[in-house]
Each structure stands twice: as C-alpha cells, then as structure tokens.
C-alpha cells in the first residue's frame, strides 16, 4: 500500500522568512495530493491541494509542487507569519480523494 | 451551511467497553472516512462509508465498525475497547457525486481516552 513520508519533523524560522516541507510517496498511482494545517486542538484544515495532471499551484503566500516521477512534493510557505505555527499534514491518495495515507506532520513554529 | 459535526467531544471508557462516535457531514455531501490520529501522529485511515455500505478500510480489525444512515450521517462503533485505541478519532467528508471535486474536509474529532 501507500506509505507517506514527511520531512522535517519540526521546522523553526523567523517571521518573513519562508519554509520548505517536503513529502515522498510510494504508489505511482496516487493523483491527489492535499495539505492539512492543524493548530492545537483543533481539526486539519485543508491549506492547498494538487492534482496529479499539475507540476504547480499556488494561493497568496501558500504554495505546493509536485513531482510525478522522483514521486515527492512540497508545500511552501513565503512570508511567514506567527499565526503559520502549526503541524503540517501531507497526504496521498488514489483514485481522486479517496482515502488518505498522511504523513506524520510537520511542526512548523514561527519566532517573532 | 455547517460544517462535518461530531459527537461526543470527550470521552472517558474503561478496558473492554464498547464506544458509539457519530458524525454528521458536512452539507450537500455524501461520503463519510473516518481517521483514527494517535497524538503526535498523522491520521490513519479506518473506513469509509458510501450509500449506507463500506466501500473501503483500512488496516484496522474487526472491533473497529460503522454504519452510515439515508441521511449520510455515521457511526463508528469500536469493541472491547484496548488502551491503545485511545485517540483522537475524526471524521471527514467528501461529495462523490460532485464530479471533479475531491476535497474531505474533517470534523472537529472525538477525543476517546480508555483507562
């Protein structure tokens, strides 16, 4: 089956500067590719998402590559902001959004 | 419009008792999964539930089960409750039927503590 991977396990950087996670996966067939932010006690909140069909996509200060054949990719984040601290969730799924293989996260913390 | 809600928040059960978790989608879809997240790890897929019948499941056994309703909410029923199936259990739903649109967004999770 899929297995996800997800590095850093944490990642420190100074307010406006920008962070880099990147993930790997296994299954070629896999075609969807979302990124969940999870604050503190509170439920993941899809951030970006790609498609298998697309190399890039971004969304103001959010954005996600991907790359079919080495099979990783990455979220980045520009410009980042204290209210960015949070863990970071990739995943991986087949057949468009069927179930998800995550990553184990990524804590992402912000300094002032 | 309201989002995935789930029941209860909390919840406290001794070794060997048995859970019900419910879900209700979020509005306009059809498709329930549900994720069990150990703390400090990422979600692990358990099942999910489609037209009232499970269409797929992860790597999880038999005392983990569910069911779905005509109104699409969903149960999660787990048996003879172990200490490691203490988690945060969430659910997220999708709308199948919508074509191209592959987004599962989570409800705000049951935190289940078993003693």
């Known amino acids: 089956g899929e297995n996800v991977e997800q590095h850093p396990s944490t990642l420190s950087v100074q307010e406006g500067d920008s962070a880099v996670i990147k993930c790997t996966y296994s299954?070629?067939?896999?075609?969807?590719f979302p990124w969940y932010k999870q604050e503190l006690g509170k439920r993941p909140q899809l951030i970006i998402d790609?498609?298998?069909?697309?190399g890039e996509k971004k969304d103001q200060r959010i954005a996600v590559t991907l790359n079919k054949t080495a099979k990783h990719f990455s979220l980045h984040i520009t410009e980042t902001q204290p209210e960015d601290s949070a863990v970071y969730f990739c995943?991986?799924?087949?057949?468009?959004?069927?179930?998800?293989?995550f990553g184990p996260g990524t804590r992402l913390s912000v300094l002032p | 419009d309201a989002g995935v809600t789930q029941s209860p928040t909390h919840l406290i059960k001794t070794r060997g008792q048995q859970v019900t978790l419910r879900c209700s989608p979020k509005?306009?879809?059809?498709?329930v999964s549900w994720y069990q997240q150990a703390l400090g790890q990422g979600p692990q897929f358990i099942f999910q539930?489609?037209?009232?019948?499970?269409?797929q499941r992860g790597n999880f056994p038999d005392r983990f089960s569910g069911h779905q309703f005509p109104n699409y909410s969903s149960e999660l029923n787990v048996n003879a409750l172990l200490l490691g199936d203490s988690a945060l259990y969430l659910c997220?739903?999708?709308?199948?039927?919508?074509?191209?649109?592959?987004?599962?967004?989570f409800g705000p999770g049951t935190r289940l503590t078993v003693t």
């Open positions: 997220a739903s999708r709308a199948r039927t919508s074509g191209l649109v592959y987004e599962q967004y």
């Open positions: 299954d070629s067939a896999s075609n969807y």
């Open positions: 790609i498609r298998s069909n697309v």
């Open positions: 995943a991986a799924s087949r057949n468009y959004g069927q179930n998800f293989v």
């Open positions: 509005s306009g879809h059809d498709t």
């Open positions: 539930y489609y037209e009232e019948e499970e269409r």
